[in-house]
């Protein structure tokens, strides 16, 4: 308007306010406009207020227009007492030098500002180089007054800086200098409010990552406490396997050489007790019955057959066994045989206050085997226990059928036989009873004879408390003869 109007122009009460009114349809903010000449007097005013004929001359303001040509004041009150700021340009003309100056309500000014104030925290407001408020702002303080905003944090460019205001709040500031004049526009949010929706996003992840990590660890846990439980089971069953193994074979080889050496034994103990017959009848004669050793002679003579009678017993069974190494095969009913075993050792059993009692599984098939040898097995089983037990006890003795195979075990309240010893008990001539009372062939000749049914026979013990035997048999039904 400066340049396109010259001072008479504009001197001219009715053609300012025309101007005026000009500005006002673009922009809508200006209060007043007037015109200053170079001594600082106000020769024209068009505006709410009395100003004309008022003098600016030394005021800072008034010098710098002068100097510079272009003069924005910060927000200020000024005569009116009202917040206000002003425009004002200088223009020479000729030899006269004039100022057009213009009042801008910074109402109209906040009303754009304030447009930025985003939810519920948000804030926009412009602060002069001092920290000092231009336009009113929402939370930061009315307008002239102190923002306590650092202006010296926020550089060239839009800036964005963050700070606590004392209630345990932390804001956010975003501040950018304006082209023409040394304000500054900040827009200010809460953090927490600003980063509400990432903070919920990140819980959300976080979660998931925990979760994640938690479920990887628990699976990664039970899948390896799964196989190491199946690879101690596998090994374990190994280890049985081989030690029935060794066992077996242990017990073949030994077999074998038993039987060898009975037969190789059998025929000296034959000459033995036929020359022993011989000594007795020579012992008859009259010149020997007078002899002061005849009865010394005679009992040795006995002492030398009982012992020969001994170890004939010895390899009888032992001859006999390997003799019937092919057992004959007929209809077995296993309980019907348990029976009759027990029948046969009952009374013995009851002298010595042993109870014999049967659990016996009533859907036991019959089976093809050889009765007399599955009988001998028991036998020893039983015998062995009342053996064990001495007096007063109990023996249980249960047959049971599981899947394809039927299970008997003979369990006794005996003294139990310790770790070591159990190692031996199949072993042949492995025997804790006294001489004379136990050839130690019982169980040899049970677990060969049970081996030979394709079945099996374990022990399992624990001092003090009493043995178990088991034996398990296939399930041989007579038609596959
Ligand atoms: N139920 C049991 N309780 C405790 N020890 C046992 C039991 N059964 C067997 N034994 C032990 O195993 C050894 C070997 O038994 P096995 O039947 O082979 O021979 P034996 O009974 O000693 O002699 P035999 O059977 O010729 O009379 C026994 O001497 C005994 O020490
Ligand atoms: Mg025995």
Request: glycine share 8%; with cysteine.
């Amino acid at each position: 308007m400066a340049d396109t109007h010259s001072f008479e122009e504009m001197i001219d009460d009715h053609r300012i306010a025309q101007t005026l009114m000009v500005m006002n349809q673009r922009a809508g903010a200006f209060v007043d406009l007037g015109v200053i000449d170079q001594l600082g007097n106000h020769l024209a005013y068009i505006g709410p207020y009395d100003l004309k004929g008022k003098n600016y001359y030394g005021q800072a303001w008034f010098v710098e227009v002068m100097s510079k040509g272009v003069y924005i004041s910060d927000v200020y009150m000024g005569f009116r007492q009202l917040p206000h700021f002003i425009i004002a340009v200088s223009r020479q003309e000729n030899q006269r030098r004039w100022i057009l100056r213009a009042t801008i309500d910074p109402d109209i000014f906040a009303g754009i500002v304030q447009a930025a104030q985003i939810g519920r925290t948000g804030d926009s407001f412009i602060i002069n180089e001092s920290g000092i408020l231009q336009t009113r702002s929402r939370f930061t303080g009315d307008i002239l007054s102190n923002s306590n905003i650092k202006v010296s944090s926020f550089g060239k460019g839009t800036s964005i800086t963050e700070e606590g205001n004392g209630q345990h709040r932390q804001i956010l500031y975003a501040g950018c200098w304006l082209k023409n004049k040394n304000w500054l526009l900040v827009i200010s949010r809460d953090v927490r409010q600003e980063m509400r929706s990432l903070f919920a996003t990140r819980n959300v992840e976080v979660g998931i990552i925990l979760a994640g990590i938690l479920a990887i660890v628990l699976t990664v846990l039970f899948t390896t406490r799964l196989t190491v439980r199946q690879l101690m089971e596998n090994d374990r069953k190994m280890d049985e396997l081989n030690a029935q193994l060794v066992q077996s074979d242990k017990l073949a080889a030994l077999g074998k050489m038993a039987a060898g050496v009975a037969h190789e034994i059998n025929n000296p103990l034959a000459v033995i007790i036929q020359k022993t017959g011989w000594m007795e009848d020579l012992l008859a004669e009259e010149e020997f019955k007078n002899s002061p050793n005849y009865e010394e002679f005679k009992t040795s003579i006995k002492k030398i057959e009982d012992h020969v009678e001994r170890a004939r017993k010895v390899v009888h069974n032992m001859l006999g066994y390997a003799r019937r190494m092919e057992p004959r095969l007929e209809d077995v009913d296993i309980n019907q045989t348990i029976n009759q075993t027990i029948d046969i050792l009952e009374n013995y059993a009851r002298i010595n206050n042993i109870d014999i009692q049967a659990d016996l599984a009533e859907n036991l098939p019959v089976i093809a085997a050889d009765q007399a040898q599955l009988q001998q097995v028991f036998l020893n089983l039983i015998s062995n226990a009342i053996d064990a037990i001495g007096k007063e006890g109990i023996i249980e003795v249960k047959s049971r059928r599981i899947d394809t195979r039927i299970w008997i075990t003979v369990k006794d309240d005996g003294p139990g036989i310790s770790d070591d010893q159990q190692k031996m008990v199949f072993d042949p001539f492995f025997t804790t009873k006294g001489s004379g009372k136990g050839t130690g062939l019982g169980l040899w000749i049970s677990y060969n004879i049970i081996e030979k049914m394709g079945g099996t026979m374990t022990c399992k013990s624990q001092q003090g408390k009493g043995s178990m035997f088991t034996i398990v048999i296939p399930i041989v039904t007579p038609d596959k003869k």
